[in-house]
Antibody, heavy 116, light 107 residues
């Protein structure tokens, strides 16, 4: 059974960079797509982007100028960096397996609050 | 972007009821439609992919149908653990987009 676990700061200051990691266990990170998805309080789900293990990626155009997703196969991790955050980026951030297709395994989610 | 519109946004039902949730895409997406269930405070769980294929381990009371722009999730006999929020997602083209969700509440 594939297991994903997000980690990173729960509080980020406005204009700073949000950095999260997702550790994958119970399965290989290779030959798969890996995604980040977020959910603002009381709102629906928003796709942030995905990356193939080999490095190909696609991002939501609404966030593309600020987002980078990367993969570290040696650590079985993939990461999210979101620059110049504002309060609008406050959300629960989920990592998931899947990309162009459905997300079949999800992390439990991590709440990130943007506040000074 | 492809807009996904779900209806209703919420519904009240009883254990044993047949429940139907609709999802409409703003343009044709063939069968690139997935359904997720989300319990409060939990991550979404994949129920249906490809509009009608049941994800492994998901009870057979869940079913999906539709193609093109109109899709339906049906729960044939609602169980206590099914009270949750259900969201559709299109994976026809990026940006991948989700519906706003349908909350199934206890009547």
């Amino acid at each position: 059974q594939v297991h994903l676990q997000e980690s990173g700061p729960g509080l980020v200051k406005p204009s700073e960079t949000l950095s999260l990691s997702c550790t994958v266990s119970g399965g290989s990170i290779s030959s798969q797509y890996w995604s980040w998805i977020r959910q603002s309080p009381g709102k629906g789900l928003e796709w942030i982007g995905y990356m193939y293990y080999s490095g190909n990626s696609d991002y939501n155009p609404s966030l593309r100028s600020r987002v980078t997703i990367s993969v570290d196969m040696s650590k079985s991790q993939f990461s999210l960096k979101l620059t110049s955050v504002t309060t609008a980026d406050t959300a629960v951030y989920y990592c998931a397996r899947g990309g162009p297709g459905p997300a079949d395994f999800w992390g439990q989610g991590t709440m990130v609050t943007v506040s000074s | 972007d492809i807009q996904m519109t779900q209806s209703p946004s919420s519904l009240s039902a009883s254990v044993g009821d047949r429940v139907t949730i609709s999802c409409r895409a703003s343009q044709t997406i063939s069968d690139y439609l997935n359904w997720y269930q989300q319990q409060p405070g939990k991550a979404p769980k994949l129920l249906i992919y490809g509009a009608s294929s049941l994800q492994s381990g998901v009870p057979s009371r869940f079913s999906g149908s539709g193609s093109g722009t109109d899709f339906t999730l049906t729960i044939s006999s609602l169980q206590p653990e099914d009270f949750a929020t259900y969201s559709c997602q299109q994976t026809y083209s990026t940006p991948l987009t989700f519906g706003g969700g349908t909350k199934v509440e206890f009547k």
